[in-house]
């Protein structure tokens, strides 16, 4: 007990007190960025302060200079990259809704089959009659500011309500849907243009909207032309080629919407597990039963 006592000698109240509130903090933080980009930035700034480590360890110094600069210069451009969050943290903190907690989801899931066929459908509804049209579907890479630059719906998805959204006259025609496993989260929301030189390609706003956004993050762009009613699919700042077949499409959607490599057979294990262990308790029940009963 003596090891205690010389370790409370030197922690104090207020020690105890810096601590909670260093971990309030930074659990509200995670909590603010979580479901948007600056997840994966925030990753990609600690991976470069681990190697800065590594390199100053191992003496390094060529290594360690290069990384100490691409430190530096990431800590300088934080707050630009950073910009959404830190307004709208400045926003919640004004309203005094910086401590409430909410419900949203954050894991990532591959979405149903059921959804896609209903977008696929939708899609080729509005390309017959040349309504044009602009669908994310979100993967990995969270994007819940580009969300909150629309009208929050979260809504189940349905045919008759992306037509309904995408109507000449609808507020909402205008911007992107994004859809969310299989909710319907906002529509009307603005997107990032594309960045990369597209003179030798004749391409209207939507197309270059749903470029933008595939080359910042993982997400899945449909976008239906108004002008021909041509339908492709973005992903990864590239534009497929016109798709003609409902089918067609919904196969590349799940195609590309579906879960890395390792997720899937990770889930094949656990069902696996999680099979076998359910009929080993169906065995063990049986066999407590009379033969009778068995059979």
Same mark, same amino acid.
């Given at each position: ?8 000698? +030197? ?15 930074? +659990? +509200? ?12 930035? #925030? *990753?990609?700034?600690?991976? @470069? ?7 100053? @360890? ?19 451009? #934080? ?22 907690? /909410? ?5 990532? *899931? ?15 509804? $509005?390309?017959? /009659? ?6 994310? #579907? ?33 507020? $909402? ?31 209207? *706003? ?10 910042? *993050? ?78």
């Amino acid at each position: 007990m003596s090891w205690i006592s010389a370790l409370f000698s +030197y922690i104090g109240i207020t020690d105890v007190l810096d601590i909670l509130a260093t971990s309030v903090l930074v +659990y +509200y933080v995670l909590l603010l960025i979580r479901g948007t980009r600056a997840v994966q930035i #925030l *990753t990609g700034v600690f991976v @470069l302060v681990g190697l800065l480590g590594v390199a100053s @360890l191992l003496h390094l110094y060529l290594l360690e200079t290069i990384l100490r600069l691409l430190v530096v210069g990431a800590a300088v451009t #934080l707050p630009i990259v950073f910009q959404p969050e830190l307004r709208r943290a400045l926003e919640q903190i004004g309203r005094g809704g910086f401590f409430r907690l /909410n419900d949203e989801k954050s894991a990532w *899931t591959r979405p149903e089959d059921k959804s896609i066929a209903t977008l696929a459908r939708a899609a080729f509804l $509005l390309s017959r /009659n040349k309504l044009g049209a602009l669908i994310v #579907l979100e993967q990995q890479s969270g994007l819940k500011e580009f969300i909150e630059s629309g009208t929050i719906l979260d809504a189940q998805i349905s045919a008759e309500l992306i037509l309904a959204i995408f109507m000449p006259r609808s507020p $909402l025609h205008d911007g992107a849907m994004i859809v969310r496993d299989d909710i319907l989260e906002a529509a009307g929301c603005f997107l990032p243009l594309a960045e990369q030189s597209l003179a030798e390609r004749r391409i209207g *706003t939507r197309h270059r909207a749903a470029l933008g956004l595939t080359e910042q *993050t993982d997400a899945v762009v449909v976008v239906v032309s108004e002008e021909t009613g041509a339908i492709s699919v973005a992903r990864e700042g590239k534009l497929s080629r016109p798709v003609e077949e409902e089918q067609r499409l919904v196969k590349i959607l799940l195609a590309v919407t579906r879960a890395p490599r390792e997720h899937r057979l990770t889930r094949d294990v656990v069902t696996h597990l999680r099979a076998r262990l359910t009929r080993r308790g169906q065995e063990e029940q049986l066999a407590d039963h009379p033969q009778e009963l068995r059979s």
